[in-house]
């Protein structure tokens, strides 16, 4: 167990809806870090947030978005959501804010299903 | 974008057998880290090494770096069924606060 949460694990919805991924990371960690990942992209980074705010952002489209709430747990927010939108998302944590210098703590990720 | 790409893509290896995984990656790093993925579950990190160091040894791992070819090298040895994973480096680049993913090895380690 990484300590990090996430919720749901399973989300199936349709074209043009729009859903919430959560995340908690874990006790004491200050970044959240969120990743897309698919078979034909692979493990994307989309954005990552330190202490609440915005610190890097990678292939996070428009129709994203994120945000982190004082008590540091995260929300990733998807609309109009499109079938090649449908992908596992992870969440992940680490204490500071460079990624490069420290491991990262993952959870077990939302599957998203867009039908 | 990824910035790394391991190879093979794929290695499949008797259990007790040693496995090699490689890494390059194109532009400048800080530090390289390698992450284990098993089948559809969250990622684990494995170890770091720094852009200084040359080789690093964790129980069964033993990484190498090697910044003038821009390459890594994740060795496995005495492997088990439970090794079964995806494999991924992972870089930063440069100034850039990205952790950026390569495509990942799927080994196979057979009982």
């Known amino acids: 167990d990484s300590g990090v949460t996430q919720t749901p694990k399973h989300l199936i919805t349709a074209t043009g809806q729009r859903v919430t991924l959560r995340c908690s990371p874990r006790s004491g960690d200050l970044s959240v870090y969120w990743y897309q990942q698919s078979l034909d992209q692979g493990l994307q980074f989309l954005i990552q947030y330190y202490n609440g705010e915005e610190r890097a952002k990678g292939n996070i489209l428009e129709r994203f978005s994120a945000q982190q709430f004082p008590d540091l747990h995260s929300e990733l927010n998807l609309s109009s959501l499109e079938l090649g939108d449908s992908a596992l998302y992870f969440c992940?944590?680490?204490?500071?804010?460079?990624?490069?210098?420290?491991?990262?703590?993952f959870g077990s990720g939302t599957q998203l299903s867009v039908l | 974008s990824q910035q790394g790409e391991e190879d093979p893509q794929a290695l499949s290896i008797q259990e007790g057998e040693n496995a090699t995984m490689n890494c390059s990656y194109k532009?400048?790093?800080?530090?390289l880290q390698w992450y284990r993925q098993n089948s559809g579950r969250g990622l684990v990190h494995l170890i770091l090494?720094?852009?200084?160091?040359r080789e690093k040894h964790s129980g069964r791992l033993r990484v190498t770096l090697d910044t003038s070819k821009k390459s890594s090298s994740l060795l496995i040895t005495a492997s088990r069924a439970a090794d079964t994973a995806s494999y991924f480096c992972?870089?930063?680049?440069?100034?850039?606060?990205?952790?950026?993913f390569g495509t990942g090895t799927l080994l196979a380690v057979q009982p």
């Open positions: 992940a944590s680490s204490v500071g804010g460079h990624p490069g210098n420290e491991k990262l703590f």
């Open positions: 090494i720094r852009s200084n160091e």
């Open positions: 532009t400048s790093i800080n530090n």
């Open positions: 992972a870089t930063d680049r440069g100034a850039t606060n990205k952790l950026i």
